[in-house]
């Protein structure tokens, strides 16, 4: 079974910058894609980030390339999420998930455990 605790979301203000954190457990880590999602209030769960399994290629939406980073620690058993220049559009709650099977892809379904969320809000 596959344990996602999600921690460092808060309150910024816009242009501030915020580190997320997963901490993963009940598998061999390294073996997994790990993706980060997020869901506004009243809008549906969209994909952010993903990190592969196998030489750690990353892939980001259009709307945080080049202001977000996602990287993994196997060591730790840790993905994490540099969130720099926010802006209110980012306020939501943030997913990590594990893909254990796939080849690393975009969509909610594709993903095999989620984690609790941590909230993100950024303020004008």
């Known amino acids: 079974q596959v344990q996602l605790v999600e921690s460092g979301g808060g309150l910024v203000q816009a242009g501030g910058s915020l580190r997320l954190s997963c901490a993963a457990s009940?598998?061999?880590?390294?073996?997994?894609?790990m993706g980060w999602f997020r869901q506004a209030p009243g809008k549906e769960r969209e994909f952010v980030a993903l990190i592969r399994r196998r030489g750690g290629s990353t892939y980001y939406a259009d709307s945080v390339e080049g202001r977000f980073t996602i990287s993994r620690d196997n060591a730790k058993n840790t993905v994490y999420l540099q969130m720099n220049s926010l802006k209110p559009e980012d306020t939501a709650k943030y997913y990590c998930?594990?893909?254990?099977w796939g080849p690393g892809l975009t969509t909610t379904r594709d993903y095999d455990y989620w984690g609790q969320g941590t909230q993100v809000t950024v303020s004008s």
């Open positions: 998930a594990a893909d254990l």
């Open positions: 009940g598998r061999t880590f390294s073996s997994d894609n």
